[in-house]
């Protein structure tokens, strides 16, 4: 079947992110807690959470249940000039979790049209308040997301070469630091009367490498946006939900955002949907008697009623205290080997934020940098492990459901993989 399934793949299917004549796509017919099951009956621990969506672990019964009775009762209705109690639900329970600036709810379907609807509400809000702001601050290596506007505002490279002359023009900033703050303070005073808004990733930039930065250097660079007036975007479609150690990134923080992006752990992986949320302002700016201010913008499936569902289950199981527990224990977990791993010749940058620890992978005497991605994603796979480096850059981010036991076997199989690296 393995073969078979491989076969009928090839004809039909295409992949993300793969050049389809050199990768391969393994049969994955079930998953259970931290582990998928492939058509060949082989088990792979899945370190990487699916690509970072997978929060509960796989098939969780309990979201599957209330998809389910969801489904049996009301599966889909048209979002404009309708509504339904899932909806109402669950932007009455996220934006209390949210600081306190965060008031209205908007769904879309996934992280980048997230981020979408959040660049369109902030130029649209000058707009409606007859502005025209164009300029849009993002941050050196961002990643938000692969259509046109979420490209714009991520970094430019191989990936988004083939669109370059199409793409807006946002000014890059680096991510801060205590070295650069009263050079980012000035250039943002300098072209404050011209920029729509902030558009970062808060804390940990992860589609860029996993970069780091700290929590009281971001609050800093906040305050500065807010003192010049510029519209912040915070992106929490990677860090929300218990990624970073806390519910969102932003209980990190001293500041408060204008708009926020959620989106791969909302439904706990389950289900494809988007939430950007936004202050009570910016909402007031479009809440006017000309029809021609109301943000037009809409998927077939806003706030899909099954996604919903799955939203608010995946909610009632991240706030069990079990699973606040776990997120606290790896999070300890990953500490304790970050400061084993630190003195390992074998790697740098060692860097850590909560339930996401990362590293780099030194190139060694041979000439394997360009292959480190390819050589150590098919080591770990063949020892049964998931993990998909971006570039030389290797990250440990398990479902919070990952038991102990499993999680010290990802360590022990990086450190044995490090040591027979020369
Ligand atoms: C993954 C990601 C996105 C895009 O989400 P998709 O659902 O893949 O479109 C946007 N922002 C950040 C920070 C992400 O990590």
């Known amino acids: 079947m393995f073969d078979e399934l491989i076969a009928r793949d090839r004809a039909v299917n295409w992949h993300p992110y793969s050049q389809m004549k050199t990768t391969q796509h393994i049969p994955i017919v079930s998953g259970k807690g931290a582990y998928l099951y492939a058509a060949d009956g082989k088990a792979y621990l899945d370190a990487v959470s699916s690509w970072w969506v997978t929060i509960h672990g796989h098939a969780h019964p309990y979201i599957a249940e209330r998809v389910y009775q969801q489904l049996l009762s009301l599966e889909q209705v048209i979002f404009a000039g309708f509504t339904h109690e899932p909806a109402i639900e669950l932007g009455e329970r996220l934006l209390k979790l949210l600081p306190s600036s965060q008031e209205k709810v908007f769904y879309s379907d996934n992280g980048s049209t997230a981020v979408e609807v959040a660049l369109k509400m902030c130029i649209q809000y000058a707009h409606n308040q007859g502005q025209q702001k164009r300029k849009i601050l993002?941050?050196?290596?961002?990643?938000?997301?692969?259509?046109?506007?979420?490209?714009?505002?991520?970094?430019?490279?191989?990936?988004?070469?083939?669109?370059?002359?199409?793409?807006?023009?946002?000014?890059?900033?680096?991510?801060?630091?205590?070295?650069?703050?009263?050079?980012?303070?000035?250039?943002?005073?300098?072209?404050?009367?011209?920029?729509?808004?902030?558009?970062?990733?808060?804390?940990?930039?992860?589609?860029?490498?996993?970069?780091?930065?700290?929590?009281?250097?971001?609050?800093?660079?906040?305050?500065?946006?807010?003192?010049?007036?510029?519209?912040?975007?915070?992106?929490?479609?990677?860090?929300?939900?218990?990624?970073?150690?806390?519910?969102?990134?932003?209980?990190?923080?001293?500041?408060?955002?204008?708009?926020?992006?959620?989106?791969?752990?909302?439904?706990?992986?389950?289900?494809?949907?988007?939430?950007?949320?936004?202050?009570?302002?910016?909402?007031?700016?479009?809440?006017?008697?000309?029809?021609?201010?109301?943000?037009?913008?809409?998927?077939?499936?806003?706030a899909s009623p099954i996604a919903c569902a799955a939203s608010l289950a995946s909610m009632d199981l991240l706030l069990k205290e079990d699973t606040l527990r776990n997120i606290q224990r790896i999070a300890k977990q990953h500490a304790a080997f970050a400061t084993r791993l630190a003195s390992n010749p074998g790697v740098e940058q060692v860097r850590q934020q909560g339930t996401i620890l990362a590293f780099d992978w030194k190139a060694g005497e041979t000439s394997y940098f360009n292959n480190i991605q390819v050589i150590l994603y098919q080591r770990f796979m063949d020892r049964g492990i998931v993990l998909r480096p971006l570039g030389n850059t290797v990250y440990i981010l398990p479902p919070y459901c990952i038991s102990e036991t499993a999680l010290a076997g990802i360590y022990e199989a990086v450190l044995e993989e490090l040591a027979r690296w020369k």
């Not at 009281?216 to 305050?223: G, Q, R, T, V, Y």
């Open 138 to 302: 993002a941050f050196k290596n961002s990643y938000h997301g692969d259509t046109f506007g979420a490209m714009s505002v991520s970094e430019r490279g191989v990936w988004t070469a083939p669109f370059q002359d199409l793409l807006f023009d946002v000014l890059f900033i680096d991510p801060p630091s205590a070295d650069n703050l009263a050079s980012l303070t000035e250039l943002i005073r300098k072209e404050a009367a011209d920029i729509a808004c902030f558009i970062y990733e808060p804390l940990v930039q992860g589609a860029g490498g996993m970069l780091m930065h700290r929590p009281e250097d971001l609050s800093a660079l906040m305050k500065v946006c807010r003192e010049e007036g510029v519209l912040l975007i915070q992106d929490e479609v990677f860090v929300g939900f218990g990624r970073t150690g806390t519910l969102f990134a932003t209980d990190q923080l001293t500041e408060q955002p204008d708009v926020m992006c959620f989106s791969k752990g909302l439904t706990g992986g389950t289900m494809a949907m988007g939430i950007t949320s936004c202050s009570e302002q910016l909402y007031q700016a479009f809440y006017q008697d000309e029809k021609r201010k109301a943000f037009f913008h809409g998927h077939s499936f806003t």
